[in-house]
């Protein structure tokens, strides 16, 4: 019997059945970091984009999640100041999925599959993987998630009806540095792909981060267990279904549920 979707949230909003390695991302050629599983062979993986001014480090639990589930994490260091080049950080996100799949990671030597490779990210760098995911040159993304996307330079609405692949998209209802109307409600209405719109309740566009971090001074919003906890769930749901062919997921990612409300779905899941 299918599991309902309350129980996939719950399930999915644990920590999954892998232990779970961190890396320097630095040793393979760009600064940053990657958690891998301990052990596996053709595995998914996710690059993941940071927000404006935040380092990956603020999203360590996020990363080591998706690895506890299966799929390699990793997040680069790069285009961190005040005025990065979306473009260059777009380039990176590209970069870094080529670095993990182009050698062995972890002791056990671990190895990731290039047909299942996605892009996720937050603020800007939700915006820098809606343009690495338009890029027409190899590998090929397969899934996007975002949480509060913040629009880029070129812009990443423009750059979403170029995208096929599936997208899910998490808005904050309580952003006020990327209000929702104008930036991740503009990149989901143009996807050209199937894609899906969620809002998160009671979520700021710092709800995701983790820690304290001095650009809280500058940005509204702080951290939120209770907007981690559904992002963790979604998008390990999301990558998942989609990196891995698995229909396990499909009822979670088809549903609304508490505090996370679908506002467009254009046919999400894989079929």
């Known amino acids: 019997m299918a599991s309902k979707p309350k129980e996939l949230l ?5 920590p999954g059945p892998h232990e779970v390695l961190r890396g320097n991302l630095a040793l393979i050629g760009l600064p940053g970091v990657v958690f891998t599983p301990r052990a596996g062979l053709g595995l998914p993986a996710v690059a993941f984009g940071h927000g404006w001014l935040q380092p990956p480090g603020r999203y360590r639990d996020l990363l080591s999640h998706l690895a506890s589930w299966g799929i390699v994490a990793a997040a680069p260091a790069t285009q961190r100041g005040p005025l990065p080049s979306h473009r260059i950080f777009a380039s990176d996100l590209r970069s870094t999925l080529d670095l993990v799949t182009g050698v062995r ?6 190895s990731v599959d290039r047909e299942k490779l996605g892009i996720a990210g937050h603020s800007t760098g939700a915006g820098a993987a809606v343009l690495a995911a338009a890029t027409d040159s190899a590998p090929k993304i397969r899934a996007i998630a975002t949480y509060a996307a913040a629009q880029t330079f070129p812009s990443a609405t423009e750059a979403a009806r170029r995208i096929t692949a599936p997208g899910l998209h998490l808005a904050a209802e309580e952003d006020l540095v990327a209000p929702r109307i104008g930036h991740v409600e503009a990149i989901a209405k143009a996807w050209g792909g199937p894609v899906q719109l969620r809002t998160l309740a009671k979520s700021s566009h710092l709800a995701v981060t983790e820690g304290r971090h001095w650009s809280q001074l500058l940005l509204h919003g702080k951290p939120h267990r209770g907007t981690q906890r559904l992002v963790r769930a979604l ?3 999301f990558f998942l279904t989609h990196l891995t062919g698995t229909n396990q997921y ?5 549903a609304d549920v508490k505090k996370a409300a679908v506002d467009l779905d254009e046919s999400p899941v894989a079929g």
């Not at 719950?10 to 644990?14: F, N, P, V």
């Open 250 to 254: 499909e009822p979670l990612l088809e």
């Open 105 to 110: 990671l972890g002791p056990d030597g671990i």
């Open 10 to 14: 719950d399930e999915l909003s644990h």
């Open 235 to 237: 998008f390990t749901a």
